[in-house]
């Protein structure tokens, strides 16, 4: 398939109908639909988060829930040369094309992500944006609510996303950087939801989030994993927090 655009951008989406049109309505104020394609992919196999779209330029379809699945399923349906993959939550800065375009130029880099900034304005996300920074800028290695990109040949070229319940990104990245390729983090930051980690409680989710990392660079098996974190899940819904 040939390209026909600069740009695709991959929204891999479940049980987000309430959130997907103000997600869209994000996105389609820094990019053109002639420039960007735009691809939603439904982890339901009801479509309940596309039948709720309500613009029209936008792809959308169903495939195997899971992460690593829906976007390698956006990817093969994607006419961009550039991919971005971008989480129903988590919006781009404005000039994200431009910068997508002006990294992968570089012989040097190979794919890339943003920095990670949260909507809350509470003090604990700037501690938890610090430590994060620290850790991607020292491990080049970012997560997938950092808008990951790279080109869709060198995506193909590495077999794309693990199809495996959760850590498909820092898997993606760990190939990319076992073969001496580079990763660039640009210092221009995406903002993504805080709600989540609201909701269940901010220490909570570091704590869960660094474990489960550690774990999967360790060996243990993303299924393993997964039971896990189906566990700690529920357990997070009877924890709560004072206000930081």
């Given at each position: 398939m040939f390209a026909v655009y600069p740009f695709s951008c991959i929204i891999p989406a479940l049980h987000e109908a309430e959130g997907i049109n103000a997600c869209l309505e994000r996105l389609f104020r820094h990019v053109t639909p002639d420039i960007c394609e735009v691809i939603v992919v439904?982890?339901?196999?009801?479509?309940?988060?596309?039948?709720?779209?309500?613009y029209p330029n936008v792809v959308t379809f169903c495939a195997l829930r899971g992460r690593g699945a829906q976007m390698n399923a956006g990817a093969r349906q994607a006419r961009g040369e550039r991919l971005i993959f971008?989480?129903?939550?988590?919006v781009?800065?404005?000039?994200?094309?431009?910068?997508?375009?002006?990294?992968?130029?570089?012989?040097d880099f190979v794919a890339g992500a943003f920095t990670l900034r949260f909507d809350s304005p509470?003090?604990?996300?700037?501690?938890i944006e610090l430590a994060a920074s620290w850790r991607y800028r020292f491990t080049r290695l970012p997560y997938g609510d950092q808008a990951?990109?790279?080109?869709?040949?060198?995506?193909?070229?590495?077999?794309?996303?693990a199809e495996i319940p959760l850590m498909e990104d820092l898997d993606l990245m760990r190939r990319t950087k076992r073969r001496g390729d580079r990763i660039c983090i640009l210092p221009d930051a995406v903002t993504t939801s805080a709600r989540r980690w609201?909701?269940?409680?901010?220490?909570?989710c570091v704590l869960r989030s660094w474990i489960l990392a550690s774990l999967f660079c360790a060996g243990v098996s993303p299924r393993t994993l997964s039971r896990y974190y189906r566990v700690w899940r529920v357990g997070a819904?009877?924890?709560?927090e004072e206000p930081v």
């Open positions: 439904d982890g339901d196999a009801e479509g309940s988060t596309i039948r709720q779209i309500t971008l989480h129903a939550d988590t781009l800065p404005a000039n994200a094309l431009v910068l997508v375009q002006e990294t992968l130029a570089k012989p509470r003090m604990a996300f700037r501690l990951i990109f790279m080109t869709r040949a060198y995506f193909w070229k590495i077999g794309g996303f609201e909701q269940e409680g901010v220490l909570y819904h009877h924890h709560t």
